[in-house]
T-cell receptor
Framework: GAVVSQHPSWVICKSGTSVKIECRSL??????MFWYRQFPKQSLMLMAT?????????EQGVEKDKFLINHASLTLSTLTVTSAHPEDSSFYIC?????????????FGPGTRLTVT | AQSVTQLGSHVSVSEGALVLLRCNYS??????LFWYVQYPNQGLQLLLK??????LVKGINGFEAEFKKSETSFHLTKPSAHMSDAAEYFC???????????FGKGNQVVVIP
């Protein structure tokens, strides 16, 4: 149980284009989803937190117009990188959280490798 | 705000030897503590977690960690390293009542045959 998927697993796009990454909770309803960014050989940096039906809460320094997050349902959140540039190349990981069981444990997706050329 | 310190980005251990990864945290409120493992190009898998109760926590793959409030530590250990333990390990903290995780910088574990 508690499986989170991401699609695509990797994507290459040209500079200036936009790319959408999907995060789905497959066997549970996620009250909250999180988006992280991970640079090579570094830790995860929280980008934003989203609750179903609400606007995402972005961490300081994260451009909300650059990284659009939509949490349309309790099983799907999307991250759109708009007007991508090479510096946006990174490993993006989502996680989903449920209040079932008391602790809001996060379940992580397998990540999406974005390369902007 | 909470934070996590993991020293030594790369840790080499011989197969069969003790694995010890250190994690110290700071938190203004009682913390929940986690250890995650990440294999190349994959997401994070939960190894173990401390919420309340018993301070010695056992996880998957033979790992365990002990919460020591007086030392603000949550070190991860495994008595005998296996080749399959080669991976990146992250310690994370979230304060009670909050589910925003703060991660340490991670330890890359290399197991030497």
């Amino acid at each position: 149980g508690a499986v989170v998927s991401q699609h695509p697993s990797w994507v290459i796009c040209k500079s200036g284009t936009s790319v959408k990454i999907e995060c789905r909770s497959l066997d549970f309803q996620a009250t909250t989803m999180f988006w992280y960014r991970q640079f090579p050989k570094q830790s995860l940096m929280l980008m934003a937190t989203s609750n179903e039906g609400s606007k995402a809460t972005y961490e300081q320094g994260v451009e909300k117009d650059k990284f659009l997050i939509n949490h349309a349902s309790l099983t799907l959140s999307t991250l759109t990188v708009t007007s991508a540039h090479p510096e946006d190349s990174s490993f993006y990981i989502c996680s989903a959280s449920t209040t079932a069981g008391g602790l809001n444990e996060q379940y992580f997706g397998p990540g999406t490798r974005l390369t902007v050329t | 705000a909470q934070s996590v310190t993991q020293l030594g980005s790369h840790v080499s251990v011989s197969e069969g030897a003790l694995v010890l990864l250190r994690c110290n945290y700071s938190s203004s409120v009682p913390p929940y503590l986690f250890w995650y493992v990440q294999y190349p190009n994959q997401g994070l898998q939960l190894l173990l977690k401390y919420t309340t109760g018993a301070t010695l926590v056992k996880g998957i793959n033979g790992f365990e960690a002990e919460f020591k409030k007086s030392e603000t530590s949550f070190h991860l250990t495994k008595p005998s390293a296996h080749m399959s333990d080669a991976a990146e390990y992250f310690c994370a903290v979230t304060p009670y009542g909050n589910n925003r995780l703060a991660f340490g910088k991670g330890n890359q574990v290399v197991v030497i045959p």
